[in-house]
Each structure stands twice: as C-alpha cells, then as structure tokens.
C-alpha cells in the first residue's frame, strides 16, 4: 500500500508540475502513456508468473555477493536408468540437498499421492539457470523438493511464492543465513509471498518496515508445510497423463 501511495504521489506530482509549467490543462487524463512517461519503465518483469506456469519449476531465494537474488529451480524427469542429473555449475553442499530433496519425495510418495511407479525406470534432472554462475549452499533445499515435487503431483507451484530453507531427509526445514537480503529480492521481483524457516521468524524483523507490510510471510517447520503453501491445488499426476 505504501510504495502505491508513492508511485500515486509521484504521478500527481509530476502532472502538477507540467500544468504550472503550461504542458498540460487540468483535468489531465491519468491513461497508461501518461503513467509510463511520469513514472518510467516497468521496474520488473514478473518472471516467475511465466516460468512456473508449468510443474516442476520452483522459485527460490538466494544471496550472491551484491545482495539477494531470486533463482527457479527446474525438475524435469523422463525415461532411463534411475538417477540424479544436476546442472547449474552446483557445489558439492547443493547436489547433497538435491538428493536429500529427492530421497524425502520419494520416501514420501504415498502422502502427496504419488505413484511409485513414478520413479521406476526414470532418470531425474534438476537444473538451476544462469549456469555461468556458480551456485552452493544448503538454503535451496526446499525449493528443490518443491519443484520435484510439483512434477511429480502435476501442481504447478503458486507464481506469487519465494521460498529459502534447508531441508532434512526427515523433512525437517532449517534455518538459513541472510534472510534480510533474499526478502529484498523477493520483493524487488514482485513476489508477495515469501516461506522461510520456522526458526528465522525473528529475523523478519530486519527487513524494512514498508517491504514487510506488502509480504505475506510463511514461517514454516516441516517440507510438508512448504507443500501446503506453494503448489496449486492438485491436477493429474505425471505417471498418468497422456
């Protein structure tokens, strides 16, 4: 509401300025040209409405060396010898929570109305893009079970959602570092919602005031609490489409 009061503010302000200068006569029609010229390009893109459209593709929250930063996790699966493929230029500490992310779906198969044909003869392939970069850390652990497990139901993941937490093979999420600077960009990419780490919750209290009042936060214990959160409601499983 706040940055809406101010983009408003700005518009007003400018248009008054160009009715004292004798560029406009009141009343001026406040159309889409008039807005993009008082208020400038868009600030974002909203990405991650068009990359989750699809199951399997999860948004995460993340921290590089300038700051915060968003990155969508993508699962994909199809015929083969059962493995793990992982790319994105992964460290060793984000292959382990693709794994553990992996071995907790399947583990849990029959709870999210998996079939356990699913994983039979299947080779699983989850990639991180922006593969010049490289990426590490255990933070991105439920953002990878998310998206496996958004493939694997046929539940697309809520575009609105950002999510940050390590993950346990019991499922357990665990508190991460940096949780100031991944809310800023979750914002900064117009994301509304944010699921953290139960034990993080105090650190909300870092983020400025004006970002936290236009989030919703999800402070979370358990990967089935991610679930509940982030995907859409259920569709046809992948082990039975067409």
Not at 37 to 42: H, I, N, V, Y
């Amino acid at each position: 509401v706040r940055q809406l009061e101010r983009e408003l503010g700005t518009l007003l302000r400018k248009t008054a300025t160009r009715i004292a200068a004798g560029e406009a006569t009141a009343p001026v029609a406040a159309d889409v040209t008039a807005i993009r010229d008082a208020l400038g390009r868009q600030r974002f893109f909203q990405e991650s409405a068009v990359r989750t459209a699809v199951p399997g593709v999860a948004t995460g929250l993340s921290v590089t060396g300038t700051g915060g930063d968003v990155l969508f996790i993508e699962a994909t699966a199809m015929p083969g010898k059962p493995e793990l493929v992982l790319t994105g230029q992964l460290g060793d500490v984000m292959k382990e929570s693709a794994r553990i992310a992996l071995s907790y779906v399947r583990a849990h198969a029959e709870d999210l109305d998996i079939p356990e044909e699913a994983f039979a003869e299947r080779e699983f392939h989850v990639h991180v893009p922006a593969g010049a970069i490289p990426k590490d850390g255990p933070s991105a652990g439920i953002t990878i079970a998310t998206a496996l497990a958004s493939l694997l139901t046929g539940r697309p993941v809520r575009h609105t959602v950002g999510m940050t937490g390590e993950v346990t093979l019991q499922g357990r999420v665990l508190p991460i570092g940096g949780l100031k600077q991944k809310v800023l960009a979750a914002h900064a990419a117009g994301l509304t919602d944010v699921i953290l780490p139960e034990r993080n919750r105090p650190d909300v209290d870092d983020v400025p005031e004006d970002v936290r009042e236009q989030l919703a936060f999800h402070p979370v214990m358990t990967i089935g609490e991610v679930l509940d959160t982030a995907l859409e409601p259920a569709r046809e499983p992948l082990a039975h489409a067409a």
